[in-house]
């Protein structure tokens, strides 16, 4: 089992920038690489990063890459997510996941989460 709780989500201005912060625990957590979501108003879910706890290894949604940065922190067992330079269209609920790849990490493309948090909203006006 593992547990995660996401915080750190709010309200910011286009332009402005916010850090999620995912708080990991449970036994089979080393076992794990811990991804981000998204689920826009209206919208499916949508990954947008991946971590590796070993090396430390993230990939990013298209949507997202060179604007958001995920980064790890073993000794706290935490996870996180800077996003810069926000638009009103990252208005979303936030997800932190534990999950697996399905063979060798290709991307954000084969991750499959099987733990989720409860999520924090992200709301950018424009």
């Known amino acids: 089992q593992v547990q995660l709780v996401e915080s750190g989500g709010g309200l910011v201005q286009s332009g402005g920038s916010l850090t999620l912060s995912c708080a990991a625990s449970?036994?089979?957590?080393?076992?794990?690489?811990m991804g981000w979501f998204r689920r826009a108003p209206g919208k499916e879910r949508e990954i947008i990063a991946t971590?590796?706890?070993?090396?430390?290894?993230?990939d990013y949604a298209a949507s997202v890459q060179g604007r958001f940065t995920g980064s790890r922190d073993i000794a706290k067992n935490t996870v996180y997510l800077q996003m810069d330079s926000l638009k009103p269209a990252d208005t979303a609920i936030y997800y932190c996941?534990?999950?697996?790849?399905?063979?060798?990490?290709?991307?954000?493309?084969?991750?499959?989460?099987?733990?989720w948090g409860r999520g924090t909203q992200v709301t950018v006006s424009s």
């Open positions: 996941a534990a999950g697996r790849y399905s063979g060798l990490p290709n991307g954000t493309n084969n991750y499959q989460p099987a733990y």
């Open positions: 971590i590796t706890w070993d090396s430390g290894r993230t």
């Open positions: 449970g036994r089979a957590l080393s076992t794990h690489a």
